[in-house]
């Protein structure tokens, strides 16, 4: 018999380590390939780690919510084979794999991520981390330098976390009571902020947020901290949208097994509008403004647990809209299974969220850091409209919906985000009701 070694996946660009929150496998279990073995969680997405080979387990290595660097062996499999060799350079492109066939893809990646380790740890060394004993998450490290909290201030932190790690929360609580506002934009002091106590009464449930919950609460806060923000709403008719929609919805279904939903139309508008006005795919770093090459869209989706995920669609605007289409079912079924990648849930330069979907006419979204502006998406409803015609104004039965668009005040003016969000309007009500998909 022969080990083989599970390794903690890299899991995205900027993802160093994952907890692990359930082990799908126990000791002595026969796994097949493609197996699930490990449920692992990040900062940005939960997912699985799969065996790449078949065999027993025989050792776990960490137990249900230790944190696991990537690249560490987090268990070890029993496969029919010969011995690795000493060095452990088994399973490497153009060898022999334990098993004597040629490597998998799914073990190359393994292997990859091995020899990937040493770029992720040498990441610290610009920022001088690497003089700590302490480790960092990326979110602290970046906390810390924006607000200028040294290395020997930051070790000197209580931290609230597993195995006394210093969460984002604990970096907060210390920037108050330093009375250094946590934005970074702003190097002003200013008083702590009290937060006002919680009494609980007779019949009250207390139930602790999941992991997910804590990590949406703390990015609303910290996007209201950040970005002033403003919203505008305009009404915006999309009879032609529902018109088409409901034309070609039975053809594309029986033709490409795909549900046309109104978001790949949405999304296309609000990409088209974003190369009009590139100055809303922005992003600011302190008194610097970026200005993104690509268009990423996120499109908010509602889970069963009431959480919430953004999902990325990567240069919306070269999609065509059948792409969008099959884009947006996708990663909406794979979001709400639990399915998707880190890098997936990334990279976004803009967001929309669909208040309609839950029937509300409009709504206030909150930007979605580090993006400068949201759209929303309001209820279609038919409503009574006056309309101008060469005979003179008629009263007619149209779809309205209404948009909202939050936009951070440091870099979008309010005549920047009104021609934005007017830029959308007019591209939805001239939709082409014969649009080819």
Do not use: C
């Not at 496969?79 to 490497?92: F, L, N, Q, R, Y």
């Not at 990859?112 to 302490?134: G, L, Y």
């Not at 208040?355 to 409803?381: D, E, Y």
Request: no cysteine.
């Amino acid at each position: 018999m022969a080990e083989f070694k599970i390794i903690m996946p890299k899991l995205g660009e900027s993802i160093i380590e994952a907890t692990i929150t359930r082990w799908v496998k126990d000791i002595g279990d026969v796994v097949e390939e493609d197996d699930s073995i490990v449920e692992i969680a990040t900062d940005k997405v939960d997912s699985e780690i799969p065996s790449p080979v078949e065999g027993k387990l025989t050792k776990k290595l960490f137990k249900e919510g230790d944190v696991v660097p990537v690249g560490k062996v987090i268990a070890i499999l029993d496969i029919e084979g010969e011995e690795p060799k000493a060095d452990g350079a088994s399973d490497v492109a153009g060898e022999k794999t334990e098993t004597g066939a040629a490597p998998k893809a799914k073990e190359a990646i393994v292997e990859e991520t091995i020899q990937r380790q040493p770029e992720a740890k040498s990441e610290t060394k610009p920022h001088d981390f690497s003089s700590s004993s302490r480790f960092y998450s990326p979110l602290v490290k970046s906390i810390a330098k924006t607000e200028n909290i040294s290395v020997e201030d930051l070790d000197k932190i209580k931290g609230s976390g597993k195995n006394g790690r210093v969460t984002k929360a604990d970096v907060l609580s210390y920037l108050e009571k330093r009375g250094v506002a946590t934005t970074a934009a702003s190097k002003s002091t200013g008083p702590a902020i009290n937060l006002p106590p919680v009494n609980t009464m007779a019949g009250d449930q207390v139930v602790e947020m999941d992991r997910m919950r804590k990590m949406i609460a703390d990015h609303m806060v910290m996007s209201k901290q950040i970005s002033p923000h403003v919203t505008s709403f305009i009404d915006v008719d999309v009879t032609n949208v529902v018109n088409w929609r409901n034309k070609i919805k039975d053809a594309i279904l029986k033709r490409e097994g795909e549900k046309v939903t109104f978001t790949p139309i949405f999304i296309d508008a609000a990409a088209k509008a974003l190369k009009d006005y590139p100055q809303v795919n922005a992003s600011v770093d302190g008194y610097n403004i970026i200005y993104r090459k690509n268009i990423n869209i996120g499109m908010a989706t509602a889970l069963a647990n009431g959480n919430l995920i953004v999902p990325i669609i990567k240069n919306a605007d070269e999609k065509s809209l059948l792409g969008l289409v099959k884009t947006v079912n996708d990663l909406a079924s794979r979001a709400r299974a639990n399915k998707l990648d880190p890098d997936e849930v990334s990279g976004g330069t803009f967001t929309t969220t669909n208040f309609g979907s839950f029937n509300s006419l409009t709504g206030t979204p909150i930007i979605n850091q580090p993006q400068v502006a949201i759209l929303g998406i309001g209820a279609i409803r038919k409503k009574p409209v006056v309309l101008e015609t060469a005979q003179g104004d008629v009263i007619a039965i149209r779809h309205i919906m209404i948009l909202s668009l939050a936009y951070d005040h440091r870099i979008v003016d309010g005549a920047l985000g009104g021609m934005y969000i007017r830029r959308v309007k007019e591209l939805l009500e001239n939709f082409d009701i014969n649009t080819p998909i």
